[in-house]
């Protein structure tokens, strides 16, 4: 009889994917377990529909959950298979599937990244002018390559043209009402949903910033006052894939989540350019504003910063879909 995930496997690799990031905290996830396997869905009713028509930013936050999930398996003890996109046996909504393969005990450095999952935490402030040693990041592409992906890295000419065409792309999405009007859904103190006030970017003092404050800050209602000096020359990184389709949507999620996840260990904080892609995919038909020929899926800058709170996440019993072959548990 082949292994299968037990009630408190579930509970625990659930919790762990339920930490991931997503973009704006849409937490587009949702899980089941049926048949023995452990199935990962994406939630359209959490889809950007004006900013991801495409549903790029769906997919990698899913691919996001799906790293931590992997990972939460491995400190149970559990080898997975994991299959992407398992059509057509499945429904259309189901982005991967996890079955049990074989028993292994942990390893050391699969418990420190596990630990990390839950001090890993986006930070829009300023950060230091203190450098990243090289061999931190050559570590950070390598976390990208096990994924099947490439972690680009910008020099000051690079960064300078990057953040020239994020702003431009900022510009244009906060004359968007369209974008203006979802954006506003999960921005502010609504609960679990969406980007908090209190983390939200300063207002920078010079510009182009190395945050994203152009559409964030245009929202229709005041959610920052706090002007915030940015470093100058930050560190700037490119996450791409050779290709561009659904699948690889689903790899660079769990490949930035692995980035992430080496980066928090090694005490570095992070945060997103996002949109740039955003911008482009709501263009049906535009020629591509980046200028290399990899395909962009997410612009991270890194760098030391302070401790900042977790924004909130929906309890794993939210994320976890209603079903008969399980009963679990979970901590108050």
């Known amino acids: 009889m082949s292994e299968k995930f037990t009630d408190s496997q579930i509970s625990e690799i659930v919790e762990a994917a339920s930490a991931a990031p997503s973009v704006h905290n849409s937490q587009p996830w949702q899980f089941e377990a049926a048949g023995g396997e452990l199935r990962l869905h994406g939630v359209p009713e959490r889809a950007l529909r004006v900013a991801d028509p495409e549903g790029r930013a769906l997919y990698v936050s899913c691919g996001a959950a799906l790293f931590n999930a992997r990972l939460a398996a491995r400190i149970a003890g559990l080898e997975t298979d994991v299959s992407l996109l398992p059509h057509p046996d499945y429904p259309l909504d189901v982005l991967a599937v996890l079955r049990v393969r074989a028993r292994r005990v942990p390893t050391a450095p699969e418990r420190s990244l596990y630990e990390s999952i839950w001090r890993r935490h986006t930070s829009r402030r300023p950060y230091s002018s203190r450098q990243i040693p ?27 043209s ?27 103190d609504g609960g679990v949903d969406g980007i908090p006030s209190w983390a939200l970017p300063g207002r920078p003092q010079h510009k182009p910033s190395p945050v994203r404050d152009g559409d964030f800050l245009a929202v229709g209602r005041p959610v920052s006052g706090t002007r915030a000096a940015y470093e100058r020359n930050p560190h700037l990184t490119a996450l791409t894939t050779e290709h561009d389709e659904p699948e690889d949507w689903l790899r660079a999620g769990q490949a930035l989540q692995h980035v992430l996840l080496v980066a928090t260990l090694n005490g570095l904080s992070a945060s997103f350019l996002y949109q740039l892609i955003e911008r482009d995919d709501m263009r049906e038909g535009a020629e591509r504003s980046w200028p290399w020929p990899e395909h962009l899926q997410m612009i991270i800058r890194f760098g030391y910063s302070q401790e900042v709170l977790p924004t909130p996440r929906r309890s794993p019993a939210e994320v976890m879909a209603p079903t008969a072959d399980i009963r679990l548990t979970w901590p108050a």
């Open 134 to 160: 090289r061999v931190l990041m050559a570590g950070l592409q390598k976390s990208a390559e096990a994924e099947d992906a490439r972690l680009r890295l910008l020099d000051r000419r690079d960064t300078s």
């Open 162 to 188: 990057v953040l020239g065409l994020a702003a431009r792309a900022g510009q244009e999405l906060a004359a968007s009402p369209a974008h203006q009007g979802e954006l506003s859904r999960w921005i502010g």
